[in-house]
């Protein structure tokens, strides 16, 4: 092998080690809840050799189809430059099927797939660090009494580190996960030694033996099944970090593997067990998997994996706030970069506290992982259902596939997900209300603040002056200063308000006038060669428009700075920023309902300047205000 091979499979392997650190951490920490739910959740199963067969078998082909096929197979084939997730698949599909019929519909879906992502990213961390600590009780039962305090402590601590961000720990999180990894797929192995007839499992026949024998009870199995394979959503989403290649090699070569064989191990270790011993194991069989003595040590490395599970979801929610906000569906806020070198390492403060407050409201609410359980999943589920019809729109769309084959490939996998999220439907009442309402408020607030921006720009536009027009028409009638002067605009038509005030109050106009406009694009990352068009209007007008991909930092100085346009360098000591502040009113005719409007006006009123957004000088900004009715 030649050795520029041999640096690409080096390079590939470190990728791949990485993607177990920060990628797998939710879907990993799956065994410590899954297999005892599906018996003892809220529809408790007998311990006999057809359920834990059945069970079993159905965590296997469920893992199989959703994960490995639907996610890792197929769903990473579309990559919008290399970026996944419901958003980036929406913005992928959209330039494929442009204003089709259904267009609005591709991208109604995809806002509600992340609704749903935020109330997940609010019960994975609540549910992760529970489960692991209460492994304390199956090493004392007396220590029952501390697992809420010691949870509560850990999690409030994972928020409060987020400022400090994850580059210097992070290198901690491979390491540590590998050894987790490798430590459940042991204790697994050792079960299935001494019970080698659970092997059988992987045949599906016991699966639809279990369906054929309890029907009913058998589909509400489902609902704790399915925890299985969250986590599966977070793979697709964050294949940008890592790439299709490592992470595939990650999820066959390492992380399906030993997640099996600790699945097969609990199976194997309950059967193996009289009766009495089976139905105090089944209560936490995870740790139930070590011998007495190692029980401790288990606990401890558990609570690390859920711990840095849980910090992947949380930066998993402050990506998807990122690119939601550069694709117009969520208001401009507060971002700190935590990394002089890694762009995609960033802090969102008002994402974080939410979330912090959210999750402490669970602790106090659920007391336990058990009863957690039933609010979770459902947001999972209903995530998977929605990128699996959003993969039939791929299918045809996109790829062009006959729809004779696109279609039966779609409604396998939309039975087997629409079964799933089915099931969890039942949890409803008992816990699975909350991410649904979540998602529903989430929701709201995306599609509220897209409709009334486009309202909003559709009114300024309306309003506007031509900028060709009113630079002839300002030629010779209005005094000129020295300097510069940038005028920032939505819109890469028109004059921006702010333009027509400053003439209107202070009646001067700079030497040198930019009607900048930043535009992202529907793709992760826009080239250096791509960044800037400009338009000359003529007597020291100019047109600027900067392209930026919704994964990229909108740093207007830097970009002006790095490229001579408009007559010559931008010296920012000499250079004015001008921005426009609307104040909304309600039109004859409201463009949306009142309660909306009033919304999207808190909305604004609280979305972060745009002078913090693209990191303008702060004493070289100035806002003008104007009224806009919508």
């Not at 099927?97 to 519909?105: A, F, I, P, R």
């Not at 790439?243 to 193996?272: D, E, H, T």
């Not at 087997?416 to 008992?430: I, R």
């Not at 535009?519 to 060669?529: H, L």
Request: hydrophobic residues 50%.
């Amino acid at each position: 092998m030649s050795a520029t091979g041999q640096d690409r499979d080096t390079a590939k392997l470190k990728l791949a080690a990485g993607a177990i650190g920060i990628v797998f951490g939710d879907i990993g920490t799956s065994p410590l809840y899954a297999f005892r739910e599906t018996f003892r959740g809220a529809h408790d199963l007998p311990i006999d050799d057809l359920h834990i067969f059945g069970v079993v078998s159905l965590i296997f082909w469920s893992m199989t189809l959703v994960v490995a096929i639907q996610y890792v197979t197929i769903l990473m084939r579309a990559d919008n430059n290399g970026q996944g997730g419901s958003l980036a698949l929406v913005a992928l599909l959209s330039r494929s099927v442009g204003k089709s019929s259904y267009s609005w519909l591709v991208v109604l879906l995809g806002v509600f797939a992340t609704a749903l992502f935020y109330g997940d990213s609010m019960i994975t961390p609540a549910i992760s660090v529970l489960s692991s600590v209460e492994g304390l009780t199956v090493v004392d039962h007396r220590l029952d009494q501390f697992v809420i305090p010691i949870a509560l402590v850990l999690l409030v601590g994972l928020f409060v580190l987020q400022k400090r961000g994850t580059e210097k720990v992070g290198a901690l999180f491979a390491p540590v996960m590998i050894i987790y990894f490798t430590t459940i797929a042991v204790l697994g192995i050792v079960q299935i030694f001494g019970s080698p007839e659970i092997l059988a499992a992987l045949n599906p026949y016991y699966a639809i033996q279990f369906f054929i024998t309890d029907k009913w009870f058998a589909f509400l199995a489902l609902g704790s099944v399915v925890l299985a394979v969250t986590g599966a959503e977070a793979l697709y989403s964050d294949m940008g970090h890592f790439g299709r290649g490592p992470m595939k090699l990650s999820w066959f070569g390492f992380v399906m593997p030993c997640l099996l064989l600790n699945y097969f191990g609990q199976g194997a270790m309950i059967i193996g067990l009289p009766d009495a011993a089976a139905e105090e194991a089944i209560l936490n069989p995870f740790f139930f998997l070590a011998p007495e003595a190692y029980r401790l040590p288990l606990v401890i490395l558990a609570t690390c994996a859920t711990f840095i599970a849980s910090q992947a979801v949380i930066s998993g929610a402050f990506s998807i706030t990122h690119q939601a906000i550069q694709l117009g569906f969520i208001p401009r806020l507060s971002i700190r970069h935590t990394s002089d070198e890694h762009s995609g390492q960033i802090y969102i403060p008002v994402i974080n506290w939410a979330l912090m407050c959210a999750v402490i409201l669970l602790v106090l609410t659920f007391q336990n992982s058990s009863n957690l359980a039933s609010a979770y999943g459902i947001a999972v589920t209903g995530a998977v259902t929605i990128d699996t019809l959003l993969m039939g729109v791929l299918f045809i769309g996109v790829w062009k596939w006959k729809k004779w084959i696109a279609i039966p490939v779609v409604l396998l996998f939309l039975i087997v997900d629409g079964a799933y999220f089915a099931a969890n439907l039942t949890k409803v009442p008992d816990g699975g209300w909350f991410p649904l309402l979540v998602g529903a408020i989430a929701f709201t607030l995306l599609t509220t603040w897209a409709k009334g921006r486009q309202l909003m720009r559709q009114r300024m536009t309306e309003a506007g002056l031509p900028l060709d027009i009113f630079a002839k028409s300002a030629r010779g009638s209005t005094a000129r200063v020295p300097g510069t002067a940038i005028f920032m605009n939505s819109g890469s038509k028109g004059t921006p308000s702010a333009l027509l005030h400053n003439i209107k109050h202070n009646k001067v106009l700079h030497e040198r006038v930019v009607v900048l406009t930043v535009n992202i694009a529907d793709v992760p990352y826009v080239g250096e060669d791509e960044r800037c068009h400009i338009e000359e209007l003529g007597d020291g007008f100019f047109r600027v428009v900067l392209n930026y991909g919704f994964m990229q930092e909108t740093d207007v100085p830097a970009a002006l700075q790095r490229h001579e346009m408009c007559g010559g360098p931008f010296d920012m000591m000499k250079t004015s920023f001008f921005l426009s502040r609307q104040t909304l009113l309600t039109a004859e005719n409201p463009g949306m309902l009142v309660w909306r409007e009033k919304l999207f006006a808190w909305m604004m009123r609280n979305a972060a300047t745009p002078m913090e957004f693209f990191r303008l000088p702060t004493n070289r900004v100035v806002e003008l205000g104007s009224q806009v009715e919508i």
